[in-house]
């Protein structure tokens, strides 16, 4: 059973560039929530997507997007890179719908995203 | 603005004591409430949830729930320096689905 999976593990962009992270959920999960985690902070919700669409969002600017595909892998698009945006990206899957065995997230492992 | 405060620390417990982790939250419709863990360089490990008050053992972990003070604490006892991590606080917040807000994380560290 495979768990959540994240690409690429670690990557370096300049100022202005674009980048994009990917992630496939647990196995037999279909909801996928995005978090941006900076050095000695807790993480911080991005956005969450379901059913191919954004389902909540958070304090996050518009450069920020994402899309999650029909077998519910999911990208997250930086545009227009600030070195402020060098941080721990993390995605997490969850099963749809109410119910506490549904609100757990697994985690992947993260992509570490260094902004030049 | 719905919050989760913890104490960044370092707590510092000796080997075999018991750790005690603390966490407050703003929005008193909360439902559940989740402890994580996060080695130096790891994601977070979802280590104990909680929906009820009270308490909530599982092996050298417990979970306790005060809805009324809107406080949730972890204890870990015999704690071990394998237990060295920061602990995160994660709160679903009432209103969201499964948006878990996070604090900032308390970092433990346990000496020999």
């Known amino acids: 059973d495979a768990g959540v999976t994240q690409s690429p593990t670690h990557l370096i962009k300049t100022r202005g560039q674009q980048v994009t992270l990917r992630c496939s959920p647990k196995s037999g999960h279909d909801t996928v929530s995005w978090y941006q985690q900076a050095l000695g902070q807790g993480p911080q919700f991005i956005f969450q997507y379901y059913e191919e669409e954004e389902r909540q969002r958070g304090n996050f600017p518009d450069r920020f997007s994402g899309h999650q595909f029909p077998n519910y892998s999911s990208e997250l698009n930086v545009n227009a890179l600030l070195l402020g945006d060098s941080a721990l990206y993390l995605c997490?899957?969850?099963?749809?719908?109410?119910?506490?065995?549904?609100?757990?997230?697994?985690f992947g492992s993260g992509t570490q995203l260094s902004v030049l | 603005q719905k919050e989760v405060e913890q104490n960044s620390g370092p707590l510092s417990v000796p080997e075999g004591a018991i750790a005690s982790l603390n966490c407050t939250y703003s929005d008193r419709g909360s439902q559940s409430f989740f402890w994580y863990r996060q080695y130096s360089g790891k994601s977070p490990e979802l280590i104990m949830f909680?929906?009820?008050?009270g308490d909530k053992e599982d092996g050298r972990f417990t979970a306790q729930l005060n809805k009324a003070s809107q406080y949730v604490s972890l204890l870990i006892r015999d704690s071990q320096p394998s237990d060295s991590a920061t602990y995160l606080c994660?709160?679903?917040?009432?209103?969201?689905?499964?948006?878990?807000?996070f604090g900032a994380g308390t970092r433990l560290a346990v000496h020999p």
């Open positions: 994660a709160v679903r917040f009432s209103g969201g689905y499964n948006k878990l807000i």
């Open positions: 997490a899957s969850s099963l749809s719908g109410q119910g506490a065995r549904n609100e757990k997230l697994f």
């Open positions: 909680i929906y009820s008050n």
